[in-house]
């Protein structure tokens, strides 16, 4: 940062600008904790060396809220992948089901928006196609925040929905599914480079907000990656560059996911593993009859109080997959 060149680059300056703030506030509050753990120790050795003073209760009400936080910055330690301090871009997509599926995908987008927020993380929308009764067909968000894909990353896949369906006349029980998808802006996405002769560039009419000016100009872009078959869209900014630089940031964030996942899949066929498709992985149920349920089928952890979940109370889900990812598997 002492660099007098440092600033020249204004996008990676600001990331590293913020990385070492996170540091410093990280590195400050281990160090008063040292030192609060250090005049405690202090304190109960001088209560054993002088029996007419009795402060024992005080200093075991005292280590228990020191032992409570350290607990708490100790679980940062979970947080050991490449990009888990990165911010993310998670796509919400209705799978097969008609408005059922679309309702439920529109309800898993409030249940992370509800924990994003929760966290303190920014979130701004990026896309969204509404669904034709209720919900959304798919919609993209990206979330700012330090440790924003470390805490998301485990709601990657797809999600299973049975409930009595408020869109049938004759309340029959209905399972829908929804996926989602998450991966983190990389910091190094810039070494992607991308031909123009591969793109397939649209514009069409925005959906989105922003007043009526979106609605009568051709601002949204669609962007198709012909090569691969990856499409992404933007929407929401009132200005078709906008749109577009939007688009063309997530179609790099998504390039590179994919060359990351190539390697990882080499290195695991030459290690003989399997690895199985993301849409064939059906890693959390939801269940709202005839019994409540929430159960996450990779780590065993569940609860009877979907409706808590549904409003973003996830943290205990993110607790257990980021510990059974450290879990040696069976």
């Not at 078709?240 to 080499?266: D, P, S």
């Amino acid at each position: 940062m002492n660099d007098p060149d440092f600033w020249q680059h204004s996008d990676a300056a600001g990331r590293i600008s913020k990385r070492v703030s996170n540091l410093g506030k990280e590195i400050s509050d281990w160090e008063r904790l040292q030192k609060d753990v250090s005049e405690l120790l202090a304190l109960a050795q001088e209560d054993r060396a002088d029996q007419s003073v009795n402060i024992t209760q005080e200093i075991e009400a005292e280590m228990n809220r020191l032992v409570a936080e350290i607990e708490k910055k100790e679980f940062i330690i979970l947080f050991d992948g490449k990009y888990d301090r990165s911010d993310a871009i998670v796509s919400f997509h209705a799978g097969s089901g008609g408005t059922d599926s679309m309702d439920w995908a529109g309800m898993l987008e409030r249940m992370i928006i509800r924990f994003c927020e929760n966290k303190g993380f920014e979130v701004k929308e990026i896309d969204r196609h509404a669904g034709d009764v209720a919900g959304i067909k798919s919609s993209t968000i990206e979330v700012k925040g330090e440790f924003a894909y470390g805490w998301l990353k485990g709601e990657a896949g797809v999600h299973r929905l049975v409930r009595i369906s408020p869109f049938d006349a004759e309340q029959m029980r209905h399972t829908s599914f929804a996926l989602i998808d998450i991966v983190p802006v990389f910091d190094d996405v810039e070494e992607v480079t991308i031909d123009p002769k591969d793109l397939r560039i649209d514009t069409f009419l925005s959906s989105g907000h922003g007043g009526q000016s979106v609605q009568t100009t051709y601002s949204a872009v669609r962007i198709v990656h012909i090569p691969t078959g990856i499409m992404v869209s933007c929407q929401n900014e009132r200005s078709q560059l906008q749109n577009r630089e939007i688009a063309m940031k997530v179609l790099k964030v998504k390039l590179f996911q994919k060359r990351l996942e190539a390697q990882q899949a080499e290195r695991a066929e030459v290690r003989g593993e399997v690895v199985s498709a993301e849409w064939g992985n059906q890693i959390r149920s939801y269940v709202l009859h005839p019994y409540k349920m929430v159960k996450d089928h990779r780590t065993g952890y569940e609860t009877q109080d979907p409706f808590a979940v549904l409003e973003g109370d996830l943290d205990r889900f993110e607790e257990e997959y980021l510990k059974w990812r450290k879990a040696p598997q069976v």
